[in-house]
C-alpha cells in the first residue's frame, strides 16, 4: 500500500503532537508519567499497524467516478460550475459494487469549508448520511474515512484523556454555547471533570434545582468503527473530547460523591430537542445577514463557514444517534 505526500505530511502532523505532548510531560511530571507515555506511544503504533494490516478493512473501489447528477442531490455548488476542489471531490470518490458510491469524508469537508459547495437540505440528508447512506436514484451515498484520520481520531482521543486542551477552560465558548442556560459539559477536560462538578455542585444554592448538560456517544460505538471519527470530527478545541472518554453513570456517580447533598431529580434524553435547536441556530448564523456580519468580522470567512458546519454535523450526529444529550437536573439539600 503506497502512501500519498499528503498523507504522509498528516501522519507527521500527528507525531508531531505527539512528542510535542510527551515534552510537555517530561517538563511537568514525575518518571511514572513518562513511562506511561512511552507506553501509549507503542500503543499509537499497534493502532496504526491493526488498521493498515486489514483489521479495520475499506471496501474495494472501481476506478469510475461518481456522475456529478447524483452528488447534485445532496450538494450545491456554490457556483455556475463546479470549481475545482469540487472535481477533486467526485474524483476521490469512487462507485463500489450493489450501485454504492463512497463520499471522500476529508474532501467533502474541504470542499464545504473552502466555500465549493454547501450541503441542499442537512437536516432531510447528513443524519442518514453520516449513520450509514443516503439513497439518491437507487444508489447509496455513504462516506470513506481515510485510515489516516480513523488513526488521528483514536490517537487525539486517547492523548486528550490526559492532557487539558490549549484553550482555557474560561474560553471555552462557539456560537452555539454563548446562550445557554445550562452547563456543559462539552467544554470540560476529562481530566477536570472531578474538579469542575465538585466545584459545581459546592456553589450551587441549596434547594434550587440546577441542570447541566452531558454529551455521550452511542452505545457499542468503538473506536475502530469508521462512524466513530465522523463523530469525533468537530470535538476539538474548545470543545474536548469528554463525550467519548465519559458516561453517563460516571457523571451520575460524581454528583453523588457528596454525602447526600445532592439529590438527583431527572435525567433526560434531549438529543431531538436538542437537535432541532442546533439545526436552528446554524440556519440563522448561515442565513441571517446581521449575525454572518459580525460572525465574520470576529472570525472569518472560513471560521463562518466551518462554525455552519459544525452546527449541522452535530445536530445529525444527535438525531442520527450517534451521540446522545442528557440533561441532569439535580438540587442542593
Known amino acids: 500500500m503506497r502512501l500519498s505526500k499528503s498523507t504522509l505530511s498528516n501522519f507527521e502532523d500527528v507525531f508531531h503532537q505527539v512528542f510535542a505532548s510527551i515534552s510537555f510531560s517530561v517538563t511537568t511530571s514525575n518518571s511514572s508519567r513518562l513511562i506511561f507515555l512511552v507506553s501509549l506511544c507503542f500503543t499509537a503504533l499497534i493502532v496504526s499497524l491493526l488498521l493498515f494490516r486489514g483489521f479495520v478493512r475499506n471496501p474495494s473501489f472501481s476506478a469510475t467516478p461518481p456522475d456529478f447528477s447524483v452528488l447534485q442531490r445532496i450538494l450545491v455548488p456554490t457556483s455556475s460550475r463546479w470549481g475545482l476542489s469540487s472535481s ?3 474524483a476521490r470518490s469512487r462507485v463500489s459494487s450493489h450501485r454504492t458510491i463512497w463520499l471522500s469524508l476529508d474532501a467533502l469537508v474541504h470542499c464545504i469549508i473552502s466555500g465549493d459547495v454547501e450541503l441542499r437540505h442537512p437536516p432531510r440528508d447528513l443524519p442518514d448520511l453520516l449513520r450509514s447512506s443516503v439513497l439518491v436514484d437507487g444508489s447509496d451515498v455513504r462516506l470513506y474515512v481515510h485510515l489516516f484520520h480513523r488513526f488521528h481520531a483514536i490517537l487525539w482521543t486517547i492523548l486528550a484523556r490526559f492532557f487539558d486542551p490549549g484553550m482555557p477552560l474560561a474560553n471555552a465558548q462557539s456560537a452555539y454555547g454563548r446562550s445557554l442556560d445550562f452547563f456543559d459539559l462539552d467544554f470540560v477536560p476529562h481530566r477536570k471533570l472531578k474538579i469542575v462538578i465538585r466545584h459545581l455542585t459546592s456553589s450551587v444554592r441549596q434547594g434550587v434545582p440546577t441542570s447541566l448538560l452531558l454529551t455521550t ?6 473506536m475502530f468503527d469508521p462512524r466513530f471519527t465522523i463523530t469525533a470530527l468537530f470535538f476539538r478545541p474548545p470543545r474536548t473530547t469528554l463525550p467519548f472518554t465519559t458516561s453517563l453513570s460516571t457523571v451520575l456517580t460524581l454528583l453523588g460523591t457528596h454525602g447526600g447533598d445532592i439529590s438527583v431529580l431527572s435525567v ?10 442546533l439545526f436552528g441556530a446554524a440556519n440563522t448564523l448561515c442565513n441571517d445577514s446581521d449575525i454572518r456580519g459580525k460572525f465574520i468580522s470576529r472570525n472569518s470567512l472560513v471560521g463562518w463557514r466551518r462554525e455552519c458546519l459544525h452546527g ?6 444527535l438525531k442520527a444517534g450517534l451521540l446522545v444529550k442528557w440533561k441532569i437536573t439535580f438540587r442542593k439539600n
Do not use: F, H, P, T
Request: no cysteine.
Open 88 to 90: 477533486q471531490l467526485v
Open 217 to 222: 456517544k452511542a452505545q457499542g460505538l468503538s
Open 268 to 277: 433526560d434524553n434531549i438529543s431531538v430537542r436538542y437537535a432541532e435547536s
Open 312 to 317: 449541522v454535523w452535530e445536530a445529525a450526529l
